[in-house]
């Protein structure tokens, strides 16, 4: 019963595995347990920024199972990513985070300044 | 228990899991456990411009913790059999 509930795909199968702080790694799945604690090899974290993405190499990496909310199997037959989107550098995808974190920030303190005059 | 129940009854149906980060996946549901950790199979996400990285996963298993809803079919609830199994675990419990 809890075996069926576990994630029993073979080895061979690459993964993609979301966590809590957004972030997306791909990898192949080594171990896993009902906690959700896994242990990913040759894990490449995928960052993308609107249309933009890149891989970044990770290596082995062990997760606690707290932080995953979703393990799913790439089919390997499918297009990963939508055709438009496009592959960029590391230091321009770590570029277009930076400007997205920063709008983002700044829409939080105008947003904050505006409730602070409590517009009706 | 009840709700583990519940889902174990529910396996074979389309379910859409509606995860606290928003993303919102519609499959078919394989099994669950008693942390109610999901395991859809069939899958495809509802917003799938939003969520480009998951356009080929198929199946999937998702952390009981981070769901916030799990909407079902209309007719594949009894919900007056569910109320009465709620308010006898409510009892017992």
Same mark, same amino acid.
């Given at each position: 019963?809890?075996?069926?509930?576990?994630?029993? =795909?073979?080895?061979?199968?690459?993964?993609?595995?979301?966590?809590?702080?957004?972030?997306?790694?791909?990898?192949?799945?080594?171990?896993?347990?009902?906690?959700?604690?896994? &242990?990913?090899?040759?894990?490449?974290?995928?960052?993308?920024?609107?249309?933009? =993405?890149?891989?970044?190499?990770?290596?082995?990496?062990?997760?606690?199972?707290?932080?995953?909310?979703?393990?799913?199997?790439?089919? #390997?037959?499918?297009?990963?990513?939508?055709?438009?989107? &496009?592959?960029?550098?590391? #230091?321009?995808? !770590?570029?277009?985070? !930076?400007?997205?974190?920063?709008?983002?920030?700044?829409?939080?303190?105008?947003? !904050?300044?505006?409730?602070?005059?409590?517009?009706? | 228990?009840?709700?583990? +129940?519940? %889902?174990?009854?529910?396996?074979?149906?389309?379910?859409?899991? @509606? $995860?606290?980060?928003?993303?919102?996946?519609?499959?078919?549901?394989? +099994?669950?456990?008693?942390?109610?950790?999901?395991?859809? @199979?069939?899958?495809? /996400?509802?917003?799938?411009?939003?969520?480009?990285?998951? $356009?080929?996963?198929?199946?999937? %298993?998702?952390?009981?913790?981070?769901?916030?809803? /799990?909407?079902?079919?209309?007719?594949? /609830?009894?919900?007056? $059999?569910?109320?009465?199994?709620?308010?006898?675990?409510?009892?017992?419990?």
């Amino acid at each position: 019963m809890l075996a069926s509930a576990l994630y029993n =795909y073979d080895d061979a199968g690459k993964i993609v595995v979301l966590l809590r702080d957004g972030r997306k790694l791909m990898g192949t799945l080594r171990f896993f347990d009902q906690f959700a604690n896994a &242990v990913l090899e040759g894990v490449c974290e995928r960052v993308i920024v609107g249309e933009q =993405y890149n891989d970044i190499p990770l290596g082995l990496y062990v997760i606690r199972g707290e932080n995953v909310v979703l393990i799913g199997d790439l089919d #390997t037959e499918r297009e990963e990513l939508p055709p438009h989107m &496009v592959r960029v550098s590391e #230091t321009e995808i !770590k570029r277009a985070q !930076k400007v997205e974190r920063e709008a983002s920030e700044l829409r939080g303190t105008m947003r !904050k300044r505006m409730e602070f005059l409590d517009f009706d | 228990m009840l709700f583990f +129940s519940y %889902f174990k009854d529910l396996v074979g149906q389309e379910v859409t899991v @509606e $995860l606290k980060n928003d993303l919102a996946i519609r499959g078919t549901l394989h +099994s669950v456990d008693q942390y109610l950790n999901i395991k859809l @199979e069939n899958t495809r /996400v509802v917003d799938q411009d939003k969520f480009p990285h998951m $356009l080929s996963v198929r199946n999937c %298993f998702i952390r009981g913790s981070v769901v916030r809803y /799990v909407q079902l079919p209309p007719d594949g /609830v009894d919900v007056d $059999l569910l109320h009465d199994a709620a308010r006898r675990e409510a009892r017992g419990g």
